[in-house]
Nanobody, 115 residues
Framework: QVQLVESGGGLVQPGGSLRLSCGTS????????MGWYRQAPGKQRELVAI???????NYADSVKDRFTISRDSAKKTVFLQMNSLKPEDTAVYYC?????????WGQGTQVTVSS
């Protein structure tokens, strides 16, 4: 069973930065596509960023040039560096692990951008 544990969320002012981490229990971590999703109140969960097994990345248009996803295979961890945060980035952020269409989710971490 895949376990994902997010950390790093919190309250930050507009324009600030946060770094989210997702630790995993995946023994074959290098074979998983890893991603970050978010869900704001009253909205559907949406993709923020993904990184595949080769390190290729893809981002939602709303976060391009502000967020960076990365992975550390030795630590079996995926990161999301979030810069220039905006109030509309406020949401619960979820880590996702996907192998051959089988998806696992973390419990989520709250990110609140407010002055």
């Amino acid at each position: 069973q895949v376990q994902l544990v997010e950390s790093g969320g919190g309250l930050v002012q507009p324009g600030g930065s946060l770094r989210l981490s997702c630790g995993t229990s995946i023994s074959s971590f290098r074979f998983y596509v890893m991603g970050w999703y978010r869900q704001a109140p009253g909205k559907q969960r949406e993709l923020v960023a993904i990184i595949d097994t080769t390190g290729r990345t893809n981002y939602a248009d709303s976060v391009k040039d502000r967020f960076t996803i990365s992975r550390d295979s030795a630590k079996k961890t995926v990161f999301l560096q979030m810069n220039s945060l905006k109030p509309e980035d406020t949401a619960v952020y979820y880590c996702n692990a996907n192998r051959l269409g089988i998806m696992s989710w973390g419990q989520g971490t709250q990110v609140t951008v407010s002055s």
